[in-house]
């Protein structure tokens, strides 16, 4: 049997266009159980060619229903991971290719697509020129590789060459810091103990007062203080960091000043916010993932560094094979990160960035700024529910006054509509909802639906 791509193709783009239209109808979230899509898989793999229209059929009726659907307008968990029209035609274009991006001349184009995009992108978030970026992964990818050329650059690369010889680093977050610092930690053999936690302030941004004394002891009882992470946007509830305090302390005491900027970055291609983020080009590397709220596809983590000397002599490798003849100015990616093999993710960010315009982007954000202005205001409007903490962005963090487990129940009773999906954090101890505005086809009337919902929701909790 000889497959017909043409023909498969055309059923998989009709497939893709007819999704748009009718993800609304979808539950947000699948009703499954852990092992029902396991349950519906054959144990083997085939044996025979299959028919390309039986496998679509299949992917219809096995694995639709245990999708969690990022897409849809109502899905206000999480962060958002946007997708948009044109950061699926490139991802298209980009599998049909299987491009290996790892060195210069496995696609030059690819390589030098990056560095443009990552300048476009410099500028775009108001970053100072003196950084160089390169797309990550993921964050966690690009927080690791800052930790790490941080390490390398302070114990003058002798941690790369011999290993830990009793050096005793450590870095600073806050308690309200993304996981993934500690994930870092622990796999660049920092050792998660090493990493302090600051306390916040009831803002949820890091203490100054707090952080610089945990510095000083360090240092009195003879350990090496040497990466601190500002937070731009914490996961919890987009709280933002005194930025310009943190690299102030970085500088007296010669700390690597890394800005995790993962999500709420994304908003500095709006000149307005630019003044909630003084300091920020103060940074050693910024993290912002476009991925998150760039209308990009994951993936697409864009990492910013100063000290590029010091980024490739950490990662820098040259077995035989990939040894060529090329002049110092030739960039290969390959020395900038963990992976050696690279997508061409650069494809999606200049399809992105020339299907919308900068401006065209910020009208975007713009609006879903408002819309959460709106529901911030219905939310204070009704005498129920309290908003937990100041909302910078568009996640607005709020409660049923009272008890957790009413909150609890609140939540859980909505996403069991399968008509939204939201998710919770913990702030001081209280069970807080987050409402995260961000889809690329939310709109006011998702939002009002979900308020509808959300008050029907808790009058019916309150009257059992
Ligand atoms: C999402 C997020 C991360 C992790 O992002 P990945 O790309 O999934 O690794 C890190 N920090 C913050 C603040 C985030 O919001």
Redesign the pocket.
């Given at each position: 049997m000889k497959q017909d791509f043409d023909e498969a193709a055309k059923k998989v783009l009709a497939w893709v266009l007819h999704y748009r239209t009718r993800i609304e109808d979808l539950p947000v979230l699948p009703s499954v159980n852990f092992g029902d899509t396991l349950a519906a898989l054959p144990t083997e793999p085939p044996k025979a060619p299959e028919e390309f229209a039986t496998i679509l059929r299949d992917f219809e009726q096995m694995i639709l229903p245990g999708i969690t659907h990022w897409q849809h307008p109502s899905f206000f968990g999480y962060?958002p991971s946007m997708s948009s029209p044109p950061s699926v035609l490139a991802e298209i274009i980009m599998a049909a290719m299987g491009l290996q991006c790892m060195s210069w001349v496995t696609s030059p184009a690819a390589t030098e697509l990056e560095i443009r995009m990552m300048e476009w992108l410099t500028k775009a978030f108001g970053l100072s020129a003196d950084f160089t970026g390169s797309i990550q992964d993921?964050?966690?990818?690009s927080?690791m590789v800052a930790m790490l050329v941080a390490r390398e650059k302070r114990t003058d690369f002798a941690i790369n060459h011999f290993g830990y010889r009793g050096e005793a680093l450590t870095a600073y977050c806050s308690t309200e810091a993304?996981s993934?610092i500690e994930k870092a930690a622990k796999m660049i053999g920092l050792g998660k103990e090493n990493l302090r936690r600051i306390p916040v302030d009831q803002n949820e941004a890091m203490r100054l007062d707090l952080l610089e004394e945990a510095i000083c002891r360090d240092i009195a009882e003879g350990r090496t203080p040497y990466f601190l992470v500002g937070?731009f946007?914490?996961?919890g509830t987009t709280a933002v960091d005194d930025l310009a305090g943190l690299a102030r302390l970085a500088k007296r005491y010669k700390l690597w000043f890394h800005i995790?900027a993962?999500?709420a970055g994304n908003a500095l291609i709006l000149p307005e916010i630019r003044p909630l983020a003084t300091g920020l080009n103060e940074a050693d590397s910024v993290v912002i993932?476009a991925?998150?709220w760039l209308l990009t596809a994951f993936d697409c983590?864009t990492f910013f560094i100063k000290d590029t000397d010091a980024l490739k002599n950490t990662f820098s490798i040259l077995p035989e094979y990939l040894k060529r003849e090329e002049s110092d100015d030739v960039v290969n990616f390959r020395d900038w990160g963990p992976g050696l093999g690279r997508r061409f993710r650069s494809l999606k960010l200049w399809f992105v960035l020339r299907w919308y315009g900068v401006e065209g982007v910020r009208a975007l954000m713009r609006d879903q700024l408002r819309l959460a202005e709106t529901f911030e205001g219905w939310v204070r409007a009704d005498e129920r529910f309290e908003v937990v903490t100041p909302r910078l962005f568009n996640v607005v963090c709020f409660r049923v006054k009272g008890a957790n487990d009413v909150n609890e129940a609140l939540l859980q009773s909505l996403n069991d509509t399968g008509e939204l999906f939201m998710t919770h954090t913990k702030v001081r101890g209280n069970y807080t909802l987050r409402m995260v505005i961000g889809q690329t086809n939310v709109s006011l009337s998702h939002v009002e639906r979900a308020w509808a919902l959300i008050t029907t929701h808790i009058k019916a909790l309150s009257d059992r």
């Open positions: 962060f993921s964050a966690s990818s927080t993304h993934s937070a946007g914490t996961t995790d993962a999500y993932n991925h998150k983590s």
